[in-house]
C-alpha cells in the first residue's frame, strides 16, 4: 500500500510541531507514523520533544532538507521504509524552507518508493503574518501559496478584526486551499485530519515547474534578511525565573540582534527540566521529560552569538 506523506509547513514558530503532537495524540494512535524533523540549527529540540510520545522520528538538522541535505533526506526516506515499513510519514521542515522545494524533495525520494504526497498543511501565525510578509515575502509566500490546508494558529491571542485580515491576506496568496480559522481548543486531531486530507483543486500547491534554488544561502538571502542560528549544549542547570529573566531581555536589547525564534530543554536543578519556546518577544515555559543535556537554539537576524552565549552562560 502507498505511503501516505505529509508535510507540515510554517515560518519559525508558527505551531507545527504543537500541531503535529495534537495529530498524534488525537488522531493518530492507531497508525504506524514515522515523523521526519528538520531543524535549521545543529541543536535539535523537536526530535526530542517529540520521542517522548514514543514515536519514531528521523532528525535531519543542520541544514535544509530541500537543498543542501536532500540527499540525507532521499537515503532518509529509503531508510524509513524498509526499517518501519510506516502507513504514514510526515515532514516537519524548518521554518525557512520553501514548500515547494520540500515537495519536490518528496517527488525524488518518490522515484525510489511507493509514497503518494497526502496533507499539504501550513500553519500561519496570526500574531506575526504581517512582520513574516514584510520581513521574509517570499519564502513565506510561497508556504501559503502551495500548500492544501492552511491553519491559523495563535487566533485566541487577537482580536476578530486581525483574523480578518489575515483570512483577506492569505486568500489573496493562495484562494484553492481549505482554510481553518478556528480555534485549535476546540478542533480535534482528527477533525484537522479529515480536512486536510480533503483535496481543493491542487492548482495551487504543485507547481507545475520548480524553480530552482541552489543551495541554503537562498533562505539567508530571504527578504534581504541574513539569517544566523545560535545554539549550544550545557551541562548547566537553570531556574524557570532565570530563563523568565533571559528570554525578557531578548526583545528589548539590540545587542542580541532580533531574534525571531528560540528555544530549549533545560535542566532546572531539582525541579526537573524545562522547555521553553520563544517566538519574536511572546515566549512559554513548561515542564519536559527528562533529557542528558541543556539544550538551547536562538535563530534571528544579526545575532550576536557572543552576547547571547554571555546570557546563558554557556561555552560552545
Ligand atoms: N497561544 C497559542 N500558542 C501557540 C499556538 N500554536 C503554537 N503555539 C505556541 O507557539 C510556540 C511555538 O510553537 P511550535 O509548535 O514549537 O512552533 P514550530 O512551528 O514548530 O516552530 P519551529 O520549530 O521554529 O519551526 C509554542 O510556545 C507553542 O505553544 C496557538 O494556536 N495558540
Not at 501559496?145 to 489573496?172: F, G, M, N, R, Y
Not at 478556528?182 to 524553480?211: N, R
Request: contains cysteine.
Amino acid at each position: 500500500m502507498s505511503i501516505k506523506v505529509d508535510i507540515i509547513s510554517g515560518f519559525l514558530g508558527a505551531g507545527k510541531t504543537t500541531l503535529l503532537s495534537k495529530l498524534l495524540k488525537e488522531s493518530l494512535t492507531g497508525e504506524k507514523v514515522v515523523i521526519i524533523e528538520n531543524e535549521f540549527g545543529e541543536i535539535g529540540i523537536d526530535g526530542h520533544v517529540l520521542r517522548e510520545q514514543k514515536i519514531e522520528v528521523l532528525e535531519i538538522n543542520s541544514g535544509c532538507i530541500c537543498c543542501s541535505l536532500v540527499g540525507d533526506f532521499i537515503r532518509g526516506i529509503d531508510e524509513i521504509v524498509t526499517a518501519y515499513k510506516p502507513e504514514r510519514i510526515i515532514i516537519e521542515p524548518t521554518g525557512l524552507a520553501r514548500l515547494t522545494d520540500v515537495i519536490k524533495a518528496c517527488q525524488k525520494a518518490a522515484g525510489k518508493n511507493d509514497l503518494t504526497l497526502n496533507a499539504l498543511i501550513t500553519v500561519v501565525d496570526v500574531v506575526h503574518h504581517q512582520a513574516y510578509i514584510e520581513d521574509f515575502g517570499e519564502f513565506y509566500h510561497d508556504q501559503i501559496a502551495h500548500a492544501k490546508t492552511i491553519l491559523l494558529s495563535k487566533t485566541q491571542e487577537v482580536d476578530d478584526p486581525v483574523i480578518d485580515s489575515v483570512v483577506a491576506s492569505v486568500s489573496e496568496i493562495n484562494r484553492y486551499a481549505n482554510l481553518i480559522t478556528a480555534d485549535w481548543a476546540v478542533l480535534t486531531g482528527d477533525e484537522i485530519l479529515a480536512i486536510a486530507e480533503l483535496s481543493p483543486e491542487l492548482d495551487g500547491a504543485v507547481p507545475k515547474a520548480f524553480h530552482d534554488h541552489s543551495h541554503c544561502d537562498d533562505h539567508e538571502a530571504a527578504g534581504q534578511k541574513i539569517i544566523d542560528i545560535w545554539g549550544a549544549e550545557t551541562e548547566r542547570s537553570f531556574s524557570a525565573a532565570e530563563i523568565k529573566a533571559n528570554l525578557n531581555v531578548l526583545p528589548h536589547n539590540d545587542i542580541f540582534g532580533t531574534i525571531l525564534r528560540g528555544k530549549g530543554l533545560i535542566r532546572a536543578g531539582q525541579d526537573g527540566w524545562l522547555q521553553f519556546d520563544y517566538v519574536r518577544g511572546f515566549y512559554r515555559i513548561k515542564e519536559a521529560g527528562t533529557h542528558q543535556k541543556s539544550r538551547l537554539c536562538f535563530i534571528g537576524y544579526n545575532v550576536n552569538k557572543k552576547a547571547l552565549n554571555e546570557l546563558f552562560g554557556t561555552i560552545c
